[in-house]
């Protein structure tokens, strides 16, 4: 079973908004922290958004903070992100990925995830 299988990225002029979905298996779902990481062409991976394990705490990048919102639907082991007031610069490949040990969901760190999915391609036009 794939761990983690992202959907929802597409075209979206400045100002839009999309939702991104994670849909992840059961051994993926909420084990550790669970996260949004982004890279666009010629960057290095961004954590833009985490959750704890329960969904009691999350941290986003200061890029995102307030735009951006990540949630978690229990029922159907999904995680998502919410993205709002988008700008070109959010344009980039955008990638769920699932911790494998303890982990501290405000450090945004990609390293700390083990479990990634293939990723969404979201890209914003001016």
């Known amino acids: 079973q794939v761990p983690l299988v992202e959907s929802g990225g597409t075209s979206v002029q400045a100002g839009g908004s999309l939702r991104l979905s994670c849909a992840a298996s059961?051994?993926?779902?909420?084990?550790?922290?669970m996260g949004w990481v982004r890279q666009a062409p010629g960057k290095e991976r961004e954590g833009v958004a985490a959750i704890s394990t329960g969904g009691g705490r999350t941290a986003y990048a200061a890029s995102v903070e307030g735009r951006f919102t990540i949630s978690q639907d229990n029922a159907k082991n999904t995680l998502f992100l919410q993205m709002n007031s988008l700008t070109p610069e959010d344009t980039a490949m955008y990638y769920c990925a699932a911790a494998r040990a303890y982990c501290l969901p405000w450090r945004l760190s990609p390293g700390d995830f083990g479990y990634w999915g293939q990723g969404t391609q979201v890209t914003v036009s001016s």
């Open positions: 059961e051994y993926t779902y909420m084990r550790y922290c």
